[in-house]
């Protein structure tokens, strides 16, 4: 698929893409959006997932792919040894990883994680990238390739970068629209509890709805103003984008659902971001045809992510990955016996590390190395 792609190429993307907007309507698509992932990608198994590093627990939100054995496996016993967690903290969300992104192969494939979960599953190499990081937990996706699907490729990775935004937006639109049901009285109880203002707009660009939140925007009058029954932006840029948008699935536009981000400018100097999602297609057009409504827009104020304790951490203390794997599985696992094998590396490099950790955090001992991690996870510190 490289240089520009082909019509059916274009056809499965258009479907995709839609495909994963749908799932945030309705949480059960999700096992055929992942197991369409994989054909078009391709690979043999794909993983939303959820994992922290500081209350020690994984979960998986939908899968396709994966024995259920092995599913239970990591859960069980795994997550506790993967090398190559928590060291995804480090990358910035939506960058594609391979393993060997985040540690060489060669100590890779020595490691308990890869002897005992990854190549029993037939799995040759994965990629994976960050959806969202919190101060509590990493959001992400992992596709599995097999030797039949081969090593990871440019033509994989270019597939999976022209669908990884939209998987992204869908993930956080779907943490802001949860309902399954396209019901009036239980919709307008979800916008109403949401802290962002959602705007439902009709074909012709009136308001249909807008929640309490977006009233109070409205009211307020630094950001966003009802003329004429329709939704404008102080911002003149910003309120050409927005309209630019919605036109788009006013008409149709098949590539409508690429630009649903927009920056807007208050005139307080506050910096809000409105998320558009054409209710056009799929089962969007329930929800939609409840408020004659094609598109919801949703508009929130911009923050900076909060940082993960985890990486803070590795911050505060100048901690490479390699440092903050040892740090880790040392913590969680045990005394450098334990930790050597899990790793896939020699007890001498092993207490190589601890050394160097041991000299810029200032500990003595390992259970200085417990209270140190508890320290920067505690929300209570």
Not at 97 to 125: A, C, H, I, S
Not at 295 to 317: D, G
Not at 366 to 377: E, F, I, M, N, R
């Amino acid at each position: 698929m490289h240089g520009a792609p082909g019509v059916n190429a274009r056809q499965e993307l258009s479907s995709l893409i839609g495909e994963i907007y749908d799932a945030t309507l309705d949480g059960s698509r999700w096992n055929g959006v992942l197991q369409s992932i994989a054909s078009f990608v391709p690979g043999s198994f794909v993983n939303l997932f959820s994992q922290d590093a500081t209350r020690k627990s994984a979960e998986a939100f939908y899968t396709y792919g994966i024995e259920p054995k092995f599913l239970e496996l990591y859960f069980q016993k795994y997550m506790h040894i993967n090398p190559l967690f928590p060291a995804m903290l480090f990358f910035e969300p939506g960058r594609i990883l391979t393993e060997e992104d985040v540690m060489p192969k060669r100590e890779f494939f020595n490691t308990r994680f890869y002897k005992e979960w990854v190549e029993p599953q037939g799995l040759v190499e994965s990629m994976a990238s960050v959806l969202e990081k919190s101060a509590i937990s990493v959001a992400g996706i992992a596709i599995g390739r097999s030797a039949s699907d081969g090593p990871v490729n440019e033509e994989c990775r270019e597939r999976l970068s022209l669908i990884l935004p939209h998987i992204r937006r869908a993930h956080f639109i779907g943490k802001v629209v949860e309902s399954k049901a396209a019901e009036a009285a239980a919709l307008a109880d979800v916008l109403d509890g949401l802290d962002a203002g959602a705007f439902l707009l009709a074909a012709n660009g009136r308001i249909v709805h807008a929640n309490a939140s977006g009233l109070l925007l409205l009211a307020d009058g630094r950001l966003l103003k009802d003329i004429s029954g329709r939704l404008t932006a102080l911002d003149a840029e910003g309120n050409v984008a927005l309209q630019s948008a919605w036109s788009k699935v006013a008409h149709g536009d098949e590539a409508s659902d690429v630009r649903i981000s927009i920056p807007l400018p208050a005139s307080s100097g506050d910096r809000y971001v409105a998320h558009l999602l054409p209710l056009v297609s799929g089962i969007r057009r329930r929800a939609g045809s409840i408020y004659d409504a094609i598109a919801a827009i949703f508009v929130s104020k911009a923050t900076m992510a909060v940082q993960h304790p985890i990486e803070a951490l590795a911050k505060a203390y100048k901690l490479t990955p390699t440092e903050m794997r040892v740090l880790m599985t040392t913590v969680h696992i045990g005394g450098v016996p334990e930790v050597a094998p899990i790793l896939g590396i020699s007890e001498t490099t092993v207490k190589t590390h601890l050394s160097r950790i041991f000299a810029k955090t200032g500990a003595k001992r390992q259970a200085d190395l417990v209270k140190l991690v508890a320290g920067h996870t505690s929300p209570l510190s």
